[in-house]
């Protein structure tokens, strides 16, 4: 079994920074691409950016340029710096970690980017 834990989100003013944690316990050791979603009330759960066991990452273009995504295999963590933050970007915000045969979900951390 695999928990998920996710940390650091909360209120930020526009153009503020905020960096979210998600760090893995359990019996899996090594996950092939750590991502991070985000749901804002109303809409579809978004992809907003993922990294491979190699370090190839990827990002949704509304982020692209201003979040950097990162992970630590030894701590199975994944990090997301979020920079120059908009209105737009508040959300709760999800970490998915996947196996070829699984994945699994933290429990989201909520981002509000309000002045």
């Known amino acids: 079994q695999v928990q998920l834990v996710e940390s650091g989100g909360g209120l930020v003013q526009p153009g503020g920074s905020l960096r979210l944690s998600c760090a893995a316990s359990g019996s899996i050791f090594s996950f092939s691409l750590m991502e991070w979603y985000r749901q804002a009330p109303g809409k579809q759960r978004e992809l907003v950016a993922g990294?491979?066991?190699?370090?190839?990452?990827n990002y949704a273009d509304s982020v692209n340029g201003r979040f950097t995504i990162s992970r630590d295999n030894a701590k199975r963590a994944v990090y997301l710096q979020m920079n120059s933050l908009k209105p737009e970007d508040t959300a709760v915000y999800y970490c998915?970690?996947?196996?070829?045969?699984?994945?699994?979900w933290g429990q989201g951390t909520q981002v509000t980017v309000s002045s």
């Open positions: 990294i491979s066991r190699g370090g190839s990452t």
């Open positions: 998915r970690f996947r196996i070829p045969t699984s994945d699994y």
